[in-house]
């Protein structure tokens, strides 16, 4: 996810945001998970990782995005990890 954020707001509020409407969104759609799976009605963890990224341009981080997903596909596809279904 790239989000372009305002310098005064911190990326743990940024986090705390993301997280806390896509649960409620998550939870809305799928109320039948949230009291099946989420005992505790939490869908993420306390933890998150945030890489700020500067000067850099908006299409150099979009590229570097999609490389990404590309080595992943790759080291998914020639792992040795046994499919869960």
């Known amino acids: 996810m790239v989000i372009r954020g305002i310098p005064k707001q911190s990326a743990s509020d ?3 945001i993301i997280k806390s409407i896509t649960a409620r969104e998550f939870f ?5 998970i ?3 799976y989420f ?8 933890s998150y990782f945030v890489e700020t990224i500067g000067n ?4 150099v981080i979009r590229k ?3 490389d990404q997903l590309i080595v992943l596909d790759q080291k998914e596809i ?3 990890q046994l499919d869960l279904f």
Do not use: D, F, N
Request: aromatic share 14%; charged share 30%.
């Open 39 to 46: 005992w505790g009605c939490k869908l993420w963890t306390q």
């Open 78 to 80: 020639h792992s040795s």
């Open 14 to 16: 940024v986090m705390q």
């Open 34 to 36: 949230k009291k099946r």
């Open 56 to 59: 850099a341009t908006e299409e």
């Open 64 to 66: 570097y995005v999609q």
């Open 28 to 32: 809305k759609i799928y109320p039948e």
